[in-house]
């Protein structure tokens, strides 16, 4: 059985191990470098400081995904906005395991009393933007270009889910 649980600073080697995966081997995280302990630990710092969730699913010990939401934009009149992550270990893919996660993530921003929920994708990822539709996010628009890995340019999907 899967459980879903806030993070604590013991997770972080299992979620700074998925993390880097995606980094290196995927274009649902557009750094080029793997993030060492430190900047996991202060990724995590500032999602508490934020008090921003963080949330983990686990089985029999084994942590097999993590969500987040956080500051979509820096201004003001965005504040009841907010931009998820879900990740899942590869290794767990298929399981179910980001829909527990997105759909904890999503009870947690509407009982949170947040509007909407904006997710940003790869616009070839088209598995994932399946994944969010059936959450009922929708297509709000793509950005072509806008980024650049794995030596070609990137083009950017915007999809969002009114909460309220």
Known sequence: MHTIRTATI?????IQAIMNYNILH???????????GTEIEQ???DKQNGKWPVFIAEEKGAILGYATYGTF????GFNPTVEHSVYVDEAAHGKGIGKLLLSHLIETARSSGYHCMVGCIDASNGS???FHKKF???????LKEVAY????WLDLAFMQLILQ
């Not at 013991?10 to 299992?14: H, M, T």
């Not at 995927?26 to 060492?36: F, L, N, P, Q, R």
């Open 10 to 14: 013991n997770d972080l080697p299992a």
């Open 26 to 36: 995927s274009t649902a995280i557009y750094d080029y470098d793997v993030k060492t």
């Open 43 to 45: 990724w995590f710092t």
């Open 73 to 76: 934009r820096f201004k003001a």
């Open 128 to 130: 994932s933007i399946a």
């Open 136 to 142: 009922g996010f929708t297509e709000a628009g793509v």
């Open 149 to 152: 890995k794995f030596n070609r």
